[in-house]
């Protein structure tokens, strides 16, 4: 079992940057691919990130490719994802998640999920 937190949301205007965190419990982070996704108002939920366990491959959506950096640091059972250069349409709730498989863009993927944090990009 894993127990996933959130945090690092908040306001941001155009071009700037916010760093999200997830902090995970559980004895066997480290063996986890990890994902982050997000849901816009009236959206469904969409990829945006991924990283393997070892943190050695990442994929990213095209939308985020070039702007979004994801990361994780096994030792404190934390992952990371760096926005930067954020747009009004970033705007969303994002959610961390564990999965046992990396390899894909698939959210099914992924057997945890935290409970979101809010990224609010102003014009």
């Known amino acids: 079992q894993v127990q996933l937190v959130e945090s690092g949301g908040g306001l941001v205007q155009a071009g700037g940057s916010l760093r999200l965190s997830c902090a995970a419990s559980?004895?066997?982070?480290?063996?986890?691919?990890m994902g982050w996704s997000r849901q816009a108002p009236g959206k469904e939920r969409e990829f945006v990130a991924a990283?393997?366990?070892?943190?050695?491959?990442?994929l990213f959506a095209d939308s985020v490719k070039g702007r979004f950096t994801i990361s994780r640091d096994n030792a404190k059972n934390t992952v990371y994802l760096q926005m930067n250069s954020l747009k009004p349409e970033d705007t969303a709730v994002y959610y961390c998640?564990?999965?046992?498989?990396?390899?894909?863009?698939?959210?099914?993927?992924?057997?945890?999920w935290g409970q979101g944090t809010q990224v609010t990009v102003s014009s």
């Open positions: 998640a564990a999965g046992s498989t990396f390899g894909s863009k698939s959210l099914d993927l992924y057997e945890y």
């Open positions: 559980g004895r066997t982070f480290s063996s986890y691919a």
């Open positions: 990283i393997r366990w070892s943190g050695g491959r990442t």
